[in-house]
């Protein structure tokens, strides 16, 4: 069975950081580009990272780079968001992703495996 579980949202006050980790089971993670996907209140869901198989190349979307960082640990199954300098616009839900490659990184419908979302929220 297919899993991926985030964890490590919460609250923070704008200019903390803090860092979220998506546990991934049930499939052989190393085949798979990993992505970390957010949806706020009210809006579509949109890119914020991805990373390639062996965690040497990570994709941003503009609003986030320079602040967060992707990484992954392929021998724990684990994928990391670092979050840094957080502004109330990056409130919202947090999903983890997997793709096989099969289209581009920052497109959702590229995805074939989601978590349930870990929620974030940047007080002013």
């Known amino acids: 069975q297919v899993q991926l579980v985030e964890s490590g949202g919460g609250l923070v006050q704008a200019g903390d950081s803090l860092r979220l980790s998506c546990a991934a089971s049930?499939?052989?993670?190393?085949?798979?580009?990993m992505g970390w996907f957010r949806q706020a209140p009210g809006r579509e869901r949109d890119f914020v990272a991805g990373i390639n198989w062996s965690g040497t190349y990570g994709y941003y979307a503009d609003s986030v780079q320079g602040r967060f960082f992707i990484s992954r640990d392929n021998a724990k199954n684990l994928v990391y968001l670092q979050m840094n300098s957080l502004k109330p616009e990056d409130t919202a839900v947090y999903y983890c992703?997997?793709?096989?490659?099969?289209?581009?990184?920052?497109?959702?419908?590229?995805?074939?495996?989601w978590g349930q979302g870990t929620r974030v929220t940047v007080s002013s």
């Open positions: 992703a997997a793709t096989s490659g099969q289209g581009h990184i920052k497109n959702m419908a590229a995805y074939n495996f």
């Open positions: 049930g499939f052989t993670m190393t085949n798979y580009y």
